[in-house]
């Protein structure tokens, strides 16, 4: 091996860096997660901010997660199609039923949209600015995650005075943030792009990592 080569290695080692993340399962119980991570350089980094902001004060939480899974993120290995290839089939699919305005049971039909679209979702509720987003969050439910009980996509009129979701478009909105939270950090993986997150942040700055 030259020396170019062990110089290369080296540098690549020292910029290695392992974390903890803490996290609590489906079962409700604590539990930790070591990661490795990397600092990926001013040109990635700065994707990853830009994309918290992309225009018209809207962000793409995919986007972001993207480059820090194949940029940030060395173990474990995470990539869209392996987180979802990864989640059971018997919890894609949840059913809450609330009583609406009127006292009519009414089912809350939700299924899992794949993990790029669920964080952004998540993420999405609160515009980069920091204004409110619940229209635009409820418009992306109700075509990604809501159904009704023909299995068809749900309309805004659903949850209006005349519809069958009449006073539960708050209820509904916090089922689906429950219902996408359960999947994306059942293992801790949301978790661990927090964190790796947060270490893209400081890698930016003049911080010992």
């Known amino acids: 091996m030259s020396e170019k080569d062990e110089q290369a290695i080296a540098a690549f080692m020292d910029n290695q860096f392992e974390r903890t993340v803490e996290y609590t399962d489906s079962k409700g119980d604590k539990k930790t997660r070591k990661i490795t991570l990397q600092d990926p350089g001013f ?11 992309v225009g018209d004060d809207t962000g793409d939480a995919g986007r972001l997660f993207d480059l820090i899974m194949h940029n940030v993120l060395v173990n474990p290995h995470m990539d869209y199609e392996s987180l979802n290839a990864d989640v059971p089939a018997d919890i894609k699919k949840k059913t809450v039923t609330k009583k609406n305005r009127s006292g009519k049971d009414v089912h809350i039909n939700m299924v899992w949209p794949g993990y790029r679209t669920a964080l952004q979702i998540v993420f999405m509720s609160t515009r980069p600015s920091g204004a409110s987003n619940m229209n635009g969050t409820m418009t992306k439910l109700n075509s990604e995650v809501f159904r009704t ?30 219902f996408l939270a359960e999947i994306t950090d059942r293992n801790g993986d949301q978790s661990v792009l927090g964190k790796a ?13």
């Open 43 to 53: 040109d990635i980094a700065s994707q990853a901010i830009d994309a918290l902001n």
């Open 149 to 178: 009980d023909k299995n068809e996509v749900l309309k805004m009129n659903f949850w209006d005075a005349t519809g069958d979701g009449s006073g539960l478009g708050m209820i509904a909105m916090k089922e689906a943030t429950k």
């Open 197 to 209: 997150f947060q270490f893209l942040m400081e890698s930016l700055q003049q911080v010992k990592l």
